[in-house]
Each structure stands twice: as structure tokens, then as C-alpha cells.
């Protein structure tokens, strides 16, 4: 038999159907799909009234504020002074690049600073009055600067440099990236220039002048007041 003929008397090979998911996998695909469309029309107002579905509320559970002491203050600030630092901290690995590990951080610190003379301490030696109460001399202890104090409103990061291991570990602190290192250097830089900026000396003046106009409305026409 010619082979030809042979081949148009077979029968063509039957069609394969198209293997179909579970009903299982159907509702499933179906869900993510109406999340995908919900989360859509939400994000971009596409149907009015579902924006609300996504809002995000805050609730505060914080517990009542305890009073753990009460400290009287016998000192008057008689001067305070405002700075801003641009801190520039860089940490890096010792033998890998800083593309797989190292941090930098470009951060704006911004604090005040006080001046006060501690009046709790006089004894009966720093005061000296005249039999006529006429004229008082006082010897104060020098102004102290306090430790700068951080304005966290006015204090942000400009830049955030990190590691490809940094960001991976990032994922499992509770602080994320943060920002201690950088508000503590902060801190430092404004409490060791408020000591040469002048602070101090513009304390001492002010707590002068405060003292004079006090004790001149008392009836005393000569008042001394010097800084030992």
C-alpha cells in the first residue's frame, strides 16, 4: 500500500483541553483582585465613599502621667541662648565598602541653653548690709551653663546614607535607623559652644541688673554684687 494513503486514513489526533485552576484557586485570584480594585479606587477617589475604608485612625492608650519628684529650684536664669548645628556623622566597616555596610547621616540639631547663678546655697557670709541699710554687698558663686536641650520640632535629618546589611537590619529593630547618635552629638556641639559664646558673663549681668533694681525698690541706694 502506497504510504500516502496510509497517512490520510489516520485519525487526527484529538485536542487537549486547557488545564483549569480549582474552584479554590479561582476565589482566590477573584479576592486579590477586588482588594487590587478597592485599593485603587480608594487610593485615587475613583468611587466616592471608599477613601474611608482605608483611613488610618490614631488612638491614644497612653496611661495617666505619674509625678516621681518635685525639686525646688533656688537658681535664676538670668540668659539663654539658641543654636543650631549641622551634624555630619559617618560610620563606617573596616574592610567593606560602605555600599554594603557603613551609615551616614547629615542631621540639623537645633537647642537652647541656659544661664542660671544657684542662689540656694548663700550663707550669711555673702550678704553684708551697712548699720544704716543703706548699702548691701553680695558674693554670688559664677553662672553655670546648663546641658543644652534639644528642640525635636525644630531638629530634623537632612540625609540618610545606609548599607545594603544596614537596610536588611533595619527590618528587624524596633528602631529603625535611628537617630540617638547623631541628637547626642548634637548635644554636645551646642553645650560646648554655648560655653564660648558668652553665655555665662551675660548671666551674670542680667542676674546684676535683677538684683540691684530688686534690692534698690527696697531702699537701698548702693548695691554691690560680685561673682567668686
Do not use: C
Amino acid at each position: 500500500m502506497d504510504n500516502s494513503s496510509h497517512d490520510a486514513e489516520r485519525e487526527p489526533a484529538p485536542r487537549r483541553e486547557p488545564r483549569r485552576l480549582p474552584w479554590w484557586g479561582r476565589a482566590v485570584g477573584g479576592l486579590v483582585v477586588l482588594g487590587l480594585v478597592l485599593v485603587l479606587a480608594g487610593r485615587f477617589s475613583l468611587l466616592p465613599g471608599f477613601g474611608g475604608l482605608f483611613r488610618q485612625d490614631t488612638v491614644d492608650r497612653s496611661g495617666p502621667v505619674l509625678l516621681k519628684s518635685i525639686q525646688d529650684m533656688h537658681r535664676y536664669e538670668g540668659a539663654a541662648g539658641n543654636f543650631q548645628v549641622v551634624v555630619d556623622l559617618e560610620k563606617d566597616a573596616a574592610f567593606l565598602p560602605d555600599s554594603v555596610r557603613g551609615t551616614r547621616t547629615l542631621y540639623v540639631g537645633a537647642g537652647s541653653v541656659s544661664g542660671y547663678v544657684d542662689l540656694g546655697g548663700l550663707g550669711e557670709q555673702a550678704v553684708t548690709v551697712n548699720e544704716e541699710r543703706t548699702k548691701v554687698s553680695l558674693r554670688l558663686p559664677h553662672a553655670v551653663l546648663g546641658t543644652a536641650a534639644l528642640d525635636l520640632d525644630r531638629s530634623y535629618a537632612v540625609s540618610k546614607q545606609r548599607g545594603l546589611l544596614d537596610r536588611l537590619g533595619d527590618l528587624f529593630t524596633d528602631n529603625p535607623a535611628g537617630e540617638q547618635a547623631v541628637q547626642r552629638l548634637a548635644v554636645q556641639h551646642i553645650t560646648e559652644a554655648a560655653r564660648d559664646s558668652g553665655l555665662a558673663e551675660r548671666t551674670e549681668k542680667n542676674t546684676t541688673a535683677m538684683l540691684e533694681g530688686l534690692l534698690r525698690s527696697l531702699g537701698f541706694r548702693e548695691v554691690t554684687v560680685a561673682y567668686v
